[in-house]
């Protein structure tokens, strides 16, 4: 079997931790014309931050998130978690006030923050790298496919050597990496990046299976049939290998991925998420 994010987090704080999904108001250059328009072609309106809270106010969103969830965490402790869009682009002098009063609540051990590797400068590593030294820190960066020309077919809008320099400058820094892969891309192979990230040092993975939402330029690639859609079981099949190929010292936080069920076109097994984390799961102790 593989290190669980749950294990990883009882080993590191002692207690069971839970992540609070938070909007720091931020875009995308993959949106707003510095690299492209429309952003890549899987990712929602929100940026992939549907079950994220919403307002300006961080420590308000904190609390609120934190009361959505208490109940099934007593005497456990929260990461905050910063998930919609790209979460380092910003001037460093904003980054800094968001993330700190992200930080402040004494019951957060840890921040999360969902990133480009092109977002990435100098001095927002330094930023980070202050930020690590009071509480750990965690980059999560959204690699999706070591193909570069799998990156070009869905809009990604940097290539790979970009991640890789980004990680070299994380880890020079002290900081954890986390990166995303997504199982079912045309004409990629998932296995191979599991190899690469590993080969580049990431501490930890987020496996994603490619589902089509409605809105997105993926929906209409999809209609025009150009997107097969994996079965439960291809799908399992993939993930396990992916798995295999990972040292027991990388941490799998995510073994799949889903949208809102009211936009989602495809594949409808994955909207019942404890039947499918169920099937996953008893399919890998195979």
């Not at 045309?186 to 409605?214: A, C, M, Q, R, S």
Request: hydrophobic residues 35%; positive net charge; proline residues 3%.
């Amino acid at each position: 079997m593989y290190k669980t994010a749950n294990d990883y987090y009882k080993e590191k704080y002692g207690c069971k931790v839970y992540k609070l999904s938070l909007d720091g108001g931020f875009t995308c250059p993959n949106r707003d014309g510095t690299v492209g328009r429309g952003g890549c072609i899987f990712c929602s309106a929100l940026g992939g931050g549907e079950f994220a809270e919403s307002g300006t106010n961080i420590a308000e969103q904190l609390e609120r998130a934190k009361k959505r969830v208490e109940a099934k965490i007593k005497n456990g402790k929260y990461i905050a978690y910063f998930q919609s869009f790209t979460n380092t682009y910003a001037p460093v002098k904003r980054l800094k006030e968001i993330f700190f009063e992200a930080i402040k609540p004494d019951y957060i051990v840890g921040i999360n923050i969902g990133t480009r590797p092109d977002c990435l400068p100098n001095d927002v590593i330094e930023l980070l790298k202050e930020l690590n030294a009071i509480k750990p820190v965690t980059i999560e960066l959204g690699l999706q496919t070591s193909n570069d020309a799998v990156a070009v077919y869905i809009n990604r809008g940097y290539k790979t050597k970009i991640y890789e320099d980004a990680v070299y400058r994380l880890k020079n820094a002290g900081i954890e990496v986390i990166t995303h892969i997504i199982i079912g891309l045309p004409n990629d192979d998932p296995i191979k990046t599991t190899e690469f990230i590993v080969n580049y040092g990431t501490d930890g993975v987020k496996f994603h299976l490619l589902h089509i939402l409605k809105n997105t330029r993926l929906a209409e690639e999809y209609k025009k049939g150009r997107v097969e859609i994996l079965t439960i079981e291809q799908y399992a099949e993939i993930l396990k290998n992916c798995i295999a190929v990972l040292p027991s010292d990388i941490v799998v936080h995510r073994i799949t991925g889903d949208g809102a069920k009211k936009d989602l076109i495809a594949p409808l097994w994955s909207a019942d998420k404890k039947k499918t984390l169920n099937y996953l799961n008893n399919y890998l102790r195979m």
